[in-house]
């Protein structure tokens, strides 16, 4: 089973970018399908972005254009590229990680601040 530790937050100004990374430990990670969650604050937890074992990706149509999703399989690494951001972005975002047979894996967060 993985590990999941986000990395990445911060606080930028509103059009500014972002990269998160999130980095696994444990065997296996290539099998794992990973998903990218954000949590605002006052609001539910929400899957935005994932993307398959094969590197099928998937969105929020909200966040299209604006947010990538891709995999490292070397480096057991999953990142979330974010560009334009705005302050309605400001959540704690978290991946998660899920395969067939086993209990989802969540990382612990990390927050991105958007603001001037």
């Known amino acids: 089973q993985v590990q999941l530790v986000e990395s990445g937050g911060g606080l930028v100004q509103p059009g500014g970018s972002l990269r998160l990374s999130c980095a696994a430990s444990g065997s296996s990670f290539s099998i794992y399908a990973m998903g990218w969650y954000r949590q605002a604050p006052g609001k539910q937890r929400e899957l935005f972005a994932a993307?398959?074992?094969?590197?099928?990706?998937s969105y929020a149509d909200s966040l299209k254009g604006r947010f990538t999703i891709s995999r490292d399989n070397a480096k057991n690494t999953v990142y979330l590229q974010m560009n334009v951001l705005k302050p309605e972005d400001t959540a704690v975002y978290s991946c998660?990680?899920?395969?067939?047979?086993?209990?989802?894996?969540w990382g612990k967060g990390t927050l991105v601040t958007v603001s001037s």
């Open positions: 998660k990680a899920t395969r067939p047979g086993a209990m989802d894996v």
């Open positions: 993307i398959t074992s094969g590197g099928r990706t």
